[in-house]
Antibody
Framework: EVQLLESGGSLVEPGGSLRLSCAAS????????MTWVRQAPGKGLEWVSG????????YYVASVKGRFTISRDNSKNTLYLQMNSLRAEDTAIYYC??????????????WGQGTLVTVSS | DIVMTQSPDSLAVSQGERATINCKSS????????????LGWYQQKPGQPPKLLIY???TRESGVPDRFSGSGSGTDFTLTISSLQAEDVAVYYC?????????FGQGTTLEI
C-alpha cells in the first residue's frame, strides 16, 4: 500500500525557515517523480515544486523560486522541501504527491495527508 | 503560466442526475508528439487530500467508478458524472501538467 507521510509543519515567524519531509513507502520511491502542492486555508490547490525520479531536475512556481528548495534522498525514501524567507502568504497545508512515472510531467496519482505551515508573528 | 478556468464555480445536482464540469486552458495542453492531453481531474472531499480521478484527459484512474468520465482536447475539457451519488459531494479540480508550473483550476463545488 502506498503511503506518504508529511511532517515538519509548524508555526513560524515571517522571515523564518522550515524543512518539510515526506516519508514514502509501499512503492519504489526512486522510480517516481514527486511534487509538493499547497492549499491555503479555504482556498484552492497550488502546485509548488517538482523533482524528477533521480533528483537531477527540479522545478518551482515563480512565487517560491529562490526561497524554497526541493530535494530527495532515495536511500531514505524521503522527499524534502526546504522553505526559507517565509511569508504570510506561504501559510497553507503542504501536500506531497507521487507522480505517475519518473517525470514531473505526469498527473499526481497519490497524495499524502498534508502538513500545516503557518507563517505569523 | 497556463491559466485554467473551471465553470461553474458551484453546481447543485439531484442524486441520480448527470453533473458536468468544464475546464478551459489558456493555451493548448495537447502534446503533438504523443497526441496526449496533459490534463487531470481531482476530487477533494472536506478534510481529505485530493484524489486523482482522470489523467490524460480521459483515462480513468484504477478504482474510480465508471460513472466518472473525462473528455475534450486542446483547450476545452469536461468531467462528467453520469449518475450522481451522495458520496460524490466534493470540490473538483482540473490541472494541466503540460508546462511548469502545473496550474490548477479554481475548483468547482458539487452539491446535492
Amino acid at each position: 500500500e502506498v503511503q506518504l507521510l508529511e511532517s515538519g509543519g509548524s508555526l513560524v515567524e515571517p522571515g523564518g525557515s522550515l524543512r518539510l519531509s515526506c516519508a514514502a513507502s509501499g512503492f519504489t520511491f526512486s522510480s517516481y517523480a514527486m511534487t509538493w502542492v499547497r492549499q491555503a486555508p479555504g482556498k484552492g490547490l497550488e502546485w509548488v515544486s517538482g523533482i524528477t525520479d533521480n533528483g537531477g531536475s527540479t522545478y518551482y512556481v515563480a512565487s517560491v523560486k529562490g526561497r524554497f528548495t526541493i530535494s530527495r534522498d532515495n536511500s531514505k525514501n524521503t522527499l524534502y522541501l526546504q522553505m526559507n524567507s517565509l511569508r504570510a502568504e506561504d501559510t497553507a497545508i503542504y501536500y506531497c504527491a507521487k507522480a505517475g512515472n519518473g517525470s514531473p510531467y505526469s498527473a499526481m496519482v497519490y497524495w499524502g495527508q498534508g502538513t500545516l505551515v503557518t507563517v505569523s508573528s | 503560466d497556463i491559466v485554467m478556468t473551471q465553470s461553474p464555480d458551484s453546481l447543485a445536482v439531484s442524486q441520480g442526475e448527470r453533473a458536468t464540469i468544464n475546464c478551459k486552458s489558456s493555451q493548448s495542453v495537447l502534446y503533438s508528439s504523443n497526441n496526449k492531453n496533459y490534463l487531470g481531474w481531482y476530487q477533494q472531499k472536506p478534510g481529505q487530500p485530493p484524489k486523482l480521478l482522470i489523467y490524460w484527459a480521459s483515462t480513468r484512474e484504477s478504482g474510480v467508478p465508471d460513472r466518472f468520465s473525462g473528455s475534450g482536447s486542446g483547450t476545452d475539457f469536461t468531467l462528467t458524472i453520469s449518475s450522481l451519488q451522495a458520496e460524490d459531494v466534493a470540490v473538483y479540480y482540473c490541472q494541466q501538467y503540460y508546462s511548469i508550473p502545473h496550474t490548477f483550476g479554481q475548483g468547482t463545488t458539487l452539491e446535492i
